[in-house]
């Protein structure tokens, strides 16, 4: 374990802190108790010495003064705190008159005042509380009581508030210590799992048990480290695909160059070089341009510049731009007929009309000839899709799931044109957008919805028409 | 045929002026904002061509700007490296009359030039479209072969339209994307190729003489005999 350093260990510091806080609680409640005890014996022994100098000076003073030293002679043989109690009576000239004190203070004592002296009460030394005061006839009396009592209870309670400080002081450091190793424990599979990770395990994960807070503090760390790790894979996926999907028609471009130079340097043969090699960075060009959609879609930046778009419209533009082609590849396309005016989703028409191509595309090419593809735009709820069903063969339900991951592409598919990156976009265009992706086994075929929030559409917006004359002369 | 070019990157100044130059333009280029925007508001053109991005704290945005605040209407062609819908959308707002993307081929920037200039200076616009024995009449929509008539689809008929009203000038995909389809991106698949294939069935298929033509690697040309195109071999 490393040295014990306070700034380095949170569990001591807070072991430490609740100690400072028990420590303090026990002194003041030791304050308390003190002058709760001590205290109110001082002032009771103080109010006791007044009231008997005082009753002594009214009841004597003005009667002989033979009488009052009976009276202190009785007191003192009367058993009650005689072995505490001082009495003294002085003439103006100084002389012990009565009472049981060998020495006492001289003329300088300051009368009416409790102050404290040492004297020799019966022979003996004594710490004493003293009350003096003048009598009529000029002698002095003094009144006391010896504190040698009160002084071993204060001795006793000091010292068990001490031991009680000593026991608790001790206490508190040995908390911070048991609680510093107990969090030193709980912390250091965390720091291991995270120095393996560092080192380039990155299937390390932080080992949980129980369910407390470092063990809820562990799984949210494992669930974050299962996600940068898919998407660490992700890009790592990525970077390969890309790699390999541009030195493919890199390298078919630099073999067409390549073949142009080295043949007989005819014009034709040059120019067919050249074409083959613009076609192929075409390629290329339009593979960039497909990942900086995505991008783009991901970064989700367009939000702003959102407009309300009509989805069945939407839907009715694509259906007519790709019917020449479904008829071409044998297949039959049909839009299902909607409630019009209600198909109102905020967003950019032009992604949410490539998503919409995109998806056509994908139905036709896979569907095969003869089949059908059923075009919708329903509402669902707060929602409004974009359906494109097919009825071909379908994708299995295991690469459902994977449909959506740049440049997966289902076995079936690897020898068609394409690049595996259609339904990322659309994926990507329609979380942009708010909404999601759905890819359902239709059975047969595959069945894919983009679901959108729907917005109310504005009164003065009517259904528009397919086509007018206004906008067949507009070119 | 006056053109202004202003672009500050040297390999696509000279690709485009000269591509222009050969197709018989008469052509200044300019390579920064500055002297592009002095350029373009004191001198008269056909066609200014500039680029979204340039040096000299004047951008191709706030000359397209300064043009239309000062009520000339010179057809104004955007090139861009910024290709998202919004960069289109922001440039043509500002007063372009079309956007072109780079990495863009010099056959698509032309085919879009001649457009524009033809935009600019329009031929009388009768009611009725006629090349050879074609004719779509545009207030019935008919369409009729010679004596024969033809039967189309409303998205047929646009296309057809546009084709003709374009008629000799090669159309690319893109263009046609965008007139016929409203379509502002590329859809990446021969949709084009295919919907041109079935115009041509409906309209050349047992006529003579032919009158869609491809222009390899650029797009289409409608036209009684195929026309030569300038810039593409």
């Known amino acids: ?475 | 045929m006056r053109s202004l070019v202003i672009e500050d990157e040297p390999d696509t100044a000279l690709y485009v002026c000269n591509g222009l130059r050969e197709s018989g333009h008469a052509v200044t280029c300019c390579d920064n904002g500055l002297d592009g925007l002095h350029l373009a508001l004191n001198e008269i053109w056909d066609l200014v061509i500039v680029d979204r991005l340039l040096p000299g704290g004047v951008d191709g945005l706030s000359i397209v700007r300064r043009l239309r605040e000062l009520g000339k209407k010179t057809p104004v062609l955007i090139l861009s490296a910024l290709t998202s819908t919004d960069e289109r959308v922001r440039g043509l707002r500002q007063g372009g009359d079309d956007y072109i993307s780079k990495p863009f081929a010099f056959a698509e920037l032309l085919a879009r030039v001649e457009a524009l200039l033809r935009r600019a200076h329009p031929a009388q616009d009768g009611t009725e479209l006629r090349v050879a024995d074609l004719a779509l009449d545009m207030r019935t929509l008919l369409v009729t072969r010679g004596a024969v008539p033809i039967a189309l689809q409303p998205r047929e008929l646009r296309l057809l339209a546009y084709l003709m009203r374009n008629e000799g000038q090669v159309v690319t995909r893109t263009m046609l994307l965008e007139a016929v389809w409203d379509c502002h991106f590329d859809p990446q698949t021969n949709v084009i190729d295919v919907q041109i294939s079935r115009l041509r069935s409906k309209i050349d298929r047992g006529f003579s003489p032919a009158l869609i033509h491809t222009v390899r690697g650029v797009g289409y040309v409608l036209g009684e005999r195929r026309a030569g195109v300038p810039g593409v071999p």
């Open chain 1, 1 to 475: 374990m490393a040295p014990f350093r306070l700034s380095h260990s949170v569990g001591a510091r807070l072991a430490l802190g609740n100690g400072a806080l028990l420590v303090t609680l026990i002194v003041v409640i030791a304050a308390v108790f003190y002058f709760g005890t001590v205290g109110v014996l001082a002032r009771s022994t103080d109010g006791k010495i007044i009231s008997i100098s005082n009753r002594l000076r009214e009841e004597y003073g003005a009667r002989a003064p033979a009488e009052l030293v009976r009276e202190i002679n009785h007191e003192l043989a009367d058993g009650i705190d005689s072995d505490t109690e001082i009495f003294l009576v002085t003439s103006p000239a100084g002389e012990r008159v009565v009472g049981n004190l060998t020495t006492w203070p001289t003329a300088a004592t300051p009368l009416g005042k409790l102050i404290n002296r040492e004297l020799i009460r019966d022979g003996r030394p004594s710490s004493a509380r003293l009350y003096v005061q003048p009598l009529p006839n000029g002698n002095l009396l003094y009144v006391g009581r010896d504190l040698s009592e009160q002084r071993a209870i204060r001795t006793l309670v000091l010292q068990a508030l001490e031991a009680a400080v000593a026991v608790s002081l001790v206490l508190v450091v040995m908390g911070a210590w048991l609680s510093r190793r107990q969090i030193e424990r709980r912390i250091s599979g965390i720091r291991h799992t995270a120095r393996q990770i560092e080192s380039g395990h990155l299937d390390e994960r932080i080992p949980v048990s129980g369910d407390d807070e470092f063990a809820r503090l562990g799984s949210d760390i494992n669930r974050m480290l299962d996600r940068i790790e898919q998407l660490m894979n992700g890009v790592r996926h990525v970077s390969n695909a890309i790699a390999h999907d541009l030195r493919t028609p890199l390298g078919r471009v630099r073999a067409r160059l390549d073949e142009g130079l080295r043949r007989e340097a005819t014009v034709p043969a040059l120019k067919e070089a050249a074409r083959g090699a613009i076609d192929g960075i075409d390629d290329l060009i339009l593979l960039l341009n497909k990942l900086l959609q995505i991008a783009e879609a991901e970064s989700g930046m367009r939000a702003e510049s959102f407009e309300r778009v009509k989805l069945g419209a939407v839907v009715n533009d694509m259906a007519e731009l790709y019917d020449a082609a479904a008829e071409e590849a044998g297949i039959h396309l049909a839009v299902a007929s909607e409630p019009a005016a209600t198909q109102w989703t905020l967003g950019d028409r032009d992604l949410l009309a490539t998503a919409v191509a995109s998806l056509i595309d994908n139905a036709i090419k896979y569907a095969g000839r003869g089949a059908t593809v059923e075009l919708a735009a329903p509402i669902r709820g707060d929602e409004v899709a974009i359906v494109v069903r097919d009825n071909g063969p379908g994708v299995a339900p295991a690469e459902l799931p994977r449909l959506t991951e740049r440049f997966y592409r289902i076995n079936r598919a690897r020898n068609q044109p394409g690049n595996g990156l259609g339904l990322t976009i659309v994926a990507a265009i329609a979380t942009m957008h708010g909404g999601r992706l759905e890819l359902v086994d239709a059975q047969p075929g595959l069945r894919a919805s983009i679901l959108l929030p729907r917005a109310t559409p504005h009164a003065s917006e009517a259904p528009e028409m397919a086509l007018s004359l206004t906008n067949l002369s507009d070119s």
